[in-house]
């Protein structure tokens, strides 16, 4: 449900609220606060018109709609490539592919506007620099066979990160990740086999694979977040069933993926670190540049300036035709109701 | 069928969007979407929430035509059915075992 | 406990594909999963593939004049989706970035099916076809090559060929050739959801605001003087006609003009008066702006012949 505008039944009436008394509240509050957290023991789910705790509405709101932004601005490396990829087939996959992060992007915004946020409000943060996304989205897509690597490390991290929350204790959020992780398990097939016919075909093609891998894979590892001892907000999210594991945790299942799937591509990731801790039985990789994340994240990255101003010229030139369309059904609405009082 | 109240600018109302998977299956909540009016919206929910054979049917729903129960007061307004055994078939033990009952 | 109709699955469910799974764990099979608006199958229509793997097989092989005729509709197809393919992320609203993202993939689907029929004339793929052919070698009439313009142009072009498209394919699912009629019989149903989007911006964009008036006006003005290549004769059509494999454009015109009339009628909008442009695309005679779509869409094939992707 995306709506915040329910109406009650039993008739509660909701302007009497103002009303209450100090006590009433307090005692209301304190009954919100006894439910949510019985809630979140018995790990079931919280819904839109629940008490919840205003910091758990906040950081809600942030990450459901950062996460939206990040599946919208996502959409423009790989639509670069759409008009040119190199076979009829690859265009309808890659199409479809573009087309459905479009979807997923819908699907969270829904879900966040039943947190109290209208769409159009979270669309104008974005565009108005305000508001984060994940920052790989900044990096170029400078070959075709990024769109194998994207496809392939970037869905594949989106995955990792997605699963679990599926399970997020936030009803809405969790039913729009259950319908984008079954939208996304085609996304990282078809870029591993991108990749995998790359690989397998001219010198030229394998190295265009190899270096598109090469350069995703720092800033695909650090899409799960900065490491656990420099991610403040990690252990709220986790005690909010939120988050279901940490940071470096997930980060650490998916070096271990990549390992086993980078050998079938025949192709190398470019970390001689990567080992398997037989102690901890947890993959580790190589130092990353954390630097660098803040730089991109901070808006000084190679392509922050031109994805947004693409979202904002999208949005700009498409603002007569939404407005025709309101147009047209207030009018088509006032003809209706004109038809009524004449009948 | 009910339009809702005609936003201003170009900012489309919310829809709740319901969709039937199957034939003799209900029609379940599958999210929502924005839309200027009712056939667009259900052109909109065709092409978000059936790109995969999702369903066979489509209802949409302005999001504030929808009445719900009020959350603050499930206590009560769920408490009657709470106990009432009585209406579910596992109540009757005593005939428990015989054939076609 | 009885059966509910809500969770009793049919059969024709349970048969055929299967879902696609999916990563979830606990989401597939169970009985929520079954009533659920999320569940995901491929269908069973006629696939693109389907039509390659015939080529191949040797079952669909297009005489001349049928192989001639596939690659102007594959032309067609291929030029639109490729325009198409462009408003994915740049929409004038997400919901719409996905509809006319569904548009051109059907349009996508239809080039593909056609070119691969064509190309099993003489041992050609789709992708040698669409990618290792010069641009006097397509086929496309001029109003696909159009660009996109803004939103009302590119309205007024689908609506324009869609409802061309609506009547060749009806008539084609008739065809004496049974892969031109398997082809048309999937791609016209297609197509009919296309002529209702037109239709319905077409409505909204003339009887919204003023400004949006304005706009769909110039753009049916932009787009009309290549309507009339769409519905003219030539000699192939005349030979295609004459076996039942294909019917004469001329023939499509009267009910292409009755319903677009019937919607630009509702919308209060006239059939604009300008002059017809020749046109030329059947024989390889392209507007301006084929060249550079070809460039940008032939140019990571064209630099690595041969390779496979
Ligand atoms: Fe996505
Ligand atoms: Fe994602
Ligand atoms: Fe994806």
Known sequence: ?343 | MTTPEPHAGNVWPIWEVFVRSSRGLSHVHAGSLHAPDAAMALRNARDLYTRRNEGVSIWVVPADAIASSDPDAKGAFFESPQGKDYRHATYYTKSEGVKHL | MSTSPETAVPAEETAGHGDISVGVKGSANSGEATASATRITPGNALRPEDIALAVSRGTAKPGEDVAEFALRLGDDALVLAQRLGHWISRAPELEEDIALGNIALDQLGHARSFLSYAGGFDGRSEDDLAYFRREPEFRSVEIFELPNGDFAVTIARQFVVSYYQFELYRRLAQSTDATLAGIAAKAVKEVDYHRDHSAQWVLRLAQGTDESREKMIHGFKVIWPYVDELFRDDELTGRLSGSGAAVEPSSLRADFDRLTGEVLAEAELEVPRVQPAPGGGRKGLHSEHLGYLLAEMQVLAREYPGASW
């Open chain 1, 1 to 343: 449900m995306a709506s915040q505008t329910l109406q009650s039944v039993p008739g509660e009436p909701t302007a009497a609220q103002h009303e209450l008394s100090l006590e009433e509240l307090a005692r209301r509050e304190a009954d919100g606060q006894a439910y949510f957290d019985k809630v979140m023991a018995d790990d079931s789910r919280i819904e839109p018109r629940d008490w919840m705790p205003p910091a758990y509405r906040k950081t809600l709101l942030r990450q459901i709609s950062q996460h939206a932004h990040s599946e919208i601005i996502g959409m423009q490396p790989e639509a670069n490539w759409i008009s040119r990829a190199p076979s009829l087939k690859r265009k309808a996959i890659l199409m479809a592919k573009v087309q459905d992060e479009a979807g997923h992007g819908l699907y969270l915004y829904s879900a966040a506007e039943t947190l109290g946020q209208p769409r159009d409000a979270m669309m104008q943060d974005l565009m108005d620099g305000k508001a984060k996304y994940s920052s790989i989205f900044n990096y170029p897509a400078r070959t075709w066979a990024d769109m194998g690597a994207i496809g392939w490390m970037v869905d594949g991290a989106a995955i990792a990160n997605q699963v679990p929350l599926c399970r997020a204790s936030f009803g809405p959020y969790g039913r729009a990740m259950v319908r984008v992780c079954k939208e996304e398990s085609f996304h990282q097939r078809q870029g591993f086999e991108i990749l995998l016919e790359l690989s397998h075909g001219t010198p030229e093609q394998k190295q265009m694979a190899q270096e598109a891998v090469n350069r995703w894979y720092a800033p695909a590892l650090m899409m799960f977040g900065p490491p656990d001892d420099d991610s403040p907000n990690s252990k709220q999210s986790m005690a909010w069933n939120i988050k279901r594991f940490s940071n470096d945790e997930l980060r650490n299942r998916f070096v271990g993926m990549m390992m086993e799937q980078v050998r079938v591509l025949e192709l190398t990731l470019p970390d001689k670190d990567i080992r398997f801790n037989e102690e901890t039985k947890k993959w580790e990789h190589g130092p990353l540049d954390w630097a660098e994340f803040h730089e991109v994240l901070a808006g000084r990255g190679p392509c922050n300036a031109q994805r947004l101003e693409r979202r904002r010229e999208a949005h700009d030139d498409g603002t007569w035709v939404r407005e025709a369309a309101a147009q047209y059904a207030a009018k088509q609405a006032k003809k209706q109701a004109e038809k009524e009082v004449a009948a």
